[in-house]
């Protein structure tokens, strides 16, 4: 099922629409894990399944500039081991764990807010 999000974009970062295995942001449709971020184009995020992610995956969010990380674990809410998040607790960033259309809504509630956020979007096939 596709979810379409926003009417008018409020940022030029904020996310369209999402369905189960993919996230449109700026028209344009990604069907493969992500990093957004509240300043920066869609990056790549290498991580398949949950499984994969790992410290190096998570880490990839420091870099963002943000506050707070959104990590969306997929079609369903799972919690990573908890060392996981070293790298963002290290760094002082919040983070949120949630499952990923979750994740996709409230990335964009927050970016409406003016806040610094990034997102780690897992989309499995």
Not at 6 to 14: D, G, H, I, Q
Not at 67 to 72: Q, R
Not at 73 to 88: A, S, Y
Request: hydrophobic share 45%; with cysteine; net charge negative.
């Amino acid at each position: 099922m596709a979810m379409q999000l926003l009417r008018e974009a409020t940022s030029e970062f904020a996310i369209t629409g999402y369905t189960a295995t993919s996230v449109t942001v700026g028209g344009v449709e990604h069907s493969r894990s992500v990093c957004l971020s509240h300043r920066a184009p869609v990056a790549p995020w290498p991580v398949a399944s949950f499984d994969d992610i790992d410290v190096a995956a998570v880490a990839q969010a420091v870099t963002a500039g943000a506050d707070i990380v959104l990590i969306g674990t997929g079609r369903r809410l799972r919690f990573p081991k908890p060392e996981v998040l070293r790298p963002l607790r290290e760094a002082q960033m919040g983070y949120e764990i949630m499952d990923t259309g979750a994740a996709c809504r409230t990335f964009n509630v927050l970016l409406g807010e003016g806040r610094q956020v990034a997102a780690l979007l897992l989309f499995e096939p």
